[in-house]
């Protein structure tokens, strides 16, 4: 059926893209009503723009940097997905990371199609006037794929609110008016909302409290041990959601390895830490808490696992030793086919990345929904609603892993192929 497609898209050898793939053919296998042509449509991306551009540094040397920006699929709406800065950027990774926003805007219901984009830059290694030199250019070299009706740019890792001040600067300024509704997880005084900078870790412990309600698990929080993998917008929203509401948080982790406490670590103070240091890590922090490896971290007794670093983190190689019995996915892709077929052996659930973190596009599409209405929402309404959005969707996969008798992960992708595949159907193809 592929038989047209150009060797380079279907041909990987990167370990995230070929994760997606493989998500992907496992949950089609329980759409057999679909068309075949209609299926390998909705496996490869729609479009992709590769860019290397100039950047003058902070010595007034040019440095030549490369970026992405994929559309997976635009059935369902305008694309959106978020720009990630990291030396791990590749064409592939951003084609996993598209094709899985496209299924997580399906999933949830938003009118949305999947994309992302990355440059490969380590951000931690620039001042402050070399990422806007950098973003800026980036912006202006995809500007022709972007737009408020047409691509849709947020914050990921090593992006944020100032990245995204910066793009929409920068594409305002080329058209000659203000856009905010271009890119979504802005600062909050040009049109960014309340809440979303706090949404995707908020959105990865709602999942978190149904997953326990669900497995009848009733203790009180303070007995009950989270362990975070990641201590970025993700890791750290999350962390300090649970800590509020009285989880006891025994580790967590960032790129400068885990920190450790069974009594609990004092998660406020950790955060203040992370704010106050220059390069925005753990690192030198001294608190009452023992170091030790990511590695040694995702291992530990725990009842909750939340992996919110990055992808391929669990596979069939760590997977026998983990030992919590809930896994809630904060990061994109954490874990592998075959580490998903080791954990589902064991019988430890796992709530899928396209599900609990949601959080964060669900209130960029309220951003983005409150600036074009030029009618903002006060933060109590924008968690009511995320909080609504993310249950229903939970209801849902949890119905049609009933239904097929499959894990979390399957049913979630199921639900949401189905949803771009039926819009596909009623649109039908061009011409
Ligand atoms: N980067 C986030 C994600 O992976 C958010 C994307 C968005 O808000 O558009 O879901």
């Not at 057999?32 to 042509?37: A, K, Q, S, V, W």
């Not at 496996?43 to 902070?58: C, G, H, Q, T």
């Not at 990630?84 to 899985?100: F, I, P, T």
């Not at 189905?418 to 011409?431: E, H, I, K, M, S």
Request: a negative charge.
């Amino acid at each position: 059926m592929v038989a047209n497609l150009a060797p380079s898209v279907r041909a990987t050898s990167d370990p995230t893209y070929q994760t997606a793939l493989q998500q992907f053919d496992r949950a089609v296998a329980y759409l057999r009503d679909l068309p075949d042509g209609l299926i390998e449509f909705l496996k490869w991306p729609r479009r992709e723009l590769s860019v290397n551009f100039p950047v003058r540094m902070d010595d007034s040397s040019v440095k030549i940097f490369s970026g992405y920006r994929v559309h997976h699929n635009t059935v369902l709406g305008p694309s959106k997905g978020g720009i990630r800065y990291s030396l791990h950027v590749s064409l592939d990774e951003v084609r996993a990371l598209a094709m899985w926003m496209s299924w997580k805007c399906a999933l949830v219901n938003l009118p949305y199609g999947g994309a992302k984009g990355g440059v490969i830059v380590d951000p931690k290694a620039m001042s402050v006037a070399e990422l806007a030199n950098l973003t800026r250019r980036f912006t202006s070299e995809i500007i022709l794929f972007i737009g408020p009706n047409i691509d849709i740019p947020a914050p990921d890792m090593g992006t944020n609110a100032q990245t995204m001040a910066w793009m929409m600067d920068t594409y305002s300024m080329t058209v000659g008016y203000s856009v905010p509704a271009v890119v979504t997880g802005k600062p909050i005084n040009i049109g960014g909302s309340l809440g979303r900078e706090e949404a995707t870790g908020r959105g990865v412990i709602v999942c978190m409290l149904e997953a326990l309600r669900q497995q009848g698990l009733h203790r009180s929080p303070k007995d009950i041990n989270v362990v975070i993998q990641g201590f970025g917008n993700v890791g750290s929203n999350a962390a300090q959601r649970a800590y509020d509401l009285g989880f006891n948080i025994i580790a967590v982790s960032d790129v400068t390895g885990g920190y450790f406490n069974p009594k609990g670590l004092n998660i406020p103070e950790m955060r203040a830490f992370v704010q106050r240091s220059a390069k925005r890590t753990l690192q030198g922090y001294v608190g009452d808490a023992e170091r030790m490896s990511n590695a040694e971290l995702l291992e530990l007794p725990c009842d909750v696992l939340i992996p919110a670093a990055m992808e391929g983190q669990i596979t069939a190689s760590n997977a026998p030793r983990i030992q919590a019995s809930l896994i809630v996915e904060g990061a994109n892709g954490p874990i592998t086919p075959d580490g998903d077929d080791v954990l589902n052996d064991r019988g430890i659930t796992v709530v899928p990345d396209i599900l609990a973190n949601a959080g964060g596009v669900t209130v960029s599409y309220f951003e983005w929904v409150q600036g074009l209405q030029e009618y903002f929402w006060d933060e109590d309404e924008v968690y009511r609603r995320l909080e609504r959005v993310l249950i229903k969707a939970y209801d849902n996969v949890v119905t049609t892993a009933e239904h097929h008798g499959v894990d979390l992960r399957t049913a979630a992708q199921i639900t949401a192929i189905n949803r771009v595949a039926q819009a596909t159907l009623t649109r039908g193809f061009y011409p």
